[in-house]
């Protein structure tokens, strides 16, 4: 459900970037942070914009449990791996970093991988995938999460809703899937209960018994539902480790909650892909038959009850032109939530 008063994104912008910087972040972070989150919320992705993410980022920044000014690290490299280490950072600090050095020697190698460690929450996926798709590269971003999901058959929070995003380059605008492995991000649940919405669709969650609920409170208390079953669970399972294990970070229960707990850092680890695709086929080629694909899916048959075939990405794409031009919703409640942050932080917010 969307609703709420309209701001221009130049006016969220200035607010998340002053809140930043009265939390001791370097104004270029603040900056890199701030349109990672806007940029969620352009695309419609509200669970991961500043309607939800920006009193949680900064609670645990004022708490100390995120170093405001990271010295982020390389730690390790080849011709085609990079490895960093986040610093404790917020997470779009070295997301940013590590994509751009991963594209970058992508354009060498043709291919490249870069992983992180200990970082916080990122953001959404596809904001770093995008810079890959922009730059003429295959994008792949992942990242692992707090315990929200049991495994299949299980009712022990022990895998987190672990997001995966693939972006392409194309004619127009990029193609770009970007997902959980569970049915709902588990921000959106609680992006509905700071609306104060008392229930969620079905088949978002479960309770913690393990029985489907479409109760908010219920929800919150009990797991994320997996994506397509058994076959969410292993997925998330496979980017658990990819994120985690491979990069050293933490895994399972061993990452920090980034709302319900305020005494350890999450250590959080990413992994970034950048594919040259004018090294597999000449680039316009691809977006050429790129386009044909997506001509061709939109005019498939259309089933009983559905106006349009979209491809991954266009209905986001649609979304941020919308937005950019009249500005982006912030429910009353979160609006409240705003000005006593403002009123802490010394910062207007109207």
């Known amino acids: ?67 405001p000014r990271p010295t982020v690290r390389l730690v390790d490299e080849s011709a085609a791996t990079l490895l960093f280490d986040g610093d404790n950072g917020l997470g779009a600090v070295v997301g940013k970093q590590a994509m751009e050095a991963c594209i970058q020697r992508a354009r060498a190698a043709g291919a490249a991988w870069a992983g992180v460690r200990h970082s916080n929450h990122f953001g959404a ?15 792949i971003a992942m990242t692992n999460s707090p315990p929200a999901m049991a495994p299949w058959g299980g009712v ?10 693939i972006a392409l380059p194309a004619e127009a605008e990029p193609v770009v899937l970007d997902m959980a492995t569970s ?10 209960a700071a609306r104060g919405e008392a229930t969620i669709p079905p088949g978002w969650a479960l309770d913690a018994r393990g029985r489907p609920t479409t109760d908010t409170r219920e929800a919150l208390a009990g797991l994320a539902m997996p994506l397509g079953g058994h076959k969410g669970y292993g997925l998330a399972m496979a980017i658990e480790a990819l994120c985690g294990l491979l990069t050293g970070a933490a895994f399972g229960p061993g990452i920090g909650s980034l709302s319900r707990e305020f005494q350890r850092p999450q250590d959080v680890g990413h992994l970034f892909g950048a594919l040259d695709v004018g090294r597999m086929v000449p680039l316009e080629a691809f977006k050429a038959r790129l386009g044909q694909m997506c001509r061709e899916l939109r005019a498939c048959t259309l089933a009983e009850g559905f106006e349009r075939i979209y491809v991954p990405g266009e209905i986001e794409a649609e979304q941020r032109q919308r937005r950019l031009r009249e500005g982006i919703p912030v429910p009353e409640p979160i609006r409240e939530e705003f000005r006593a942050l403002g009123s802490e932080l010394g910062i207007a917010f109207e």
């Open 156 to 165: 022990t929070p022990y895998l987190g809703t672990n997001p995966l995003s």
């Open 1 to 67: 459900m969307e609703g709420g008063q309209l701001y221009p994104v130049e006016t969220l912008r200035a607010f998340t970037v002053q809140a930043f910087l009265r939390c001791g972040v370097a104004e270029p972070d603040a900056e890199v942070v701030a349109d990672s989150l806007l940029e969620a919320d352009l695309r419609g992705v509200d669970s991961h914009g500043v309607t939800r993410l920006l009193g949680t980022y900064v609670k645990r920044l004022r708490r100390g449990v995120v170093n």
């Open 183 to 192: 049915v709902a991000a588990r921000g959106h649940i609680i992006l509905a």
């Open 125 to 139: 996926c596809a904001y770093y995938t995008l810079m890959a798709a922009q730059s003429d590269h295959v994008g």
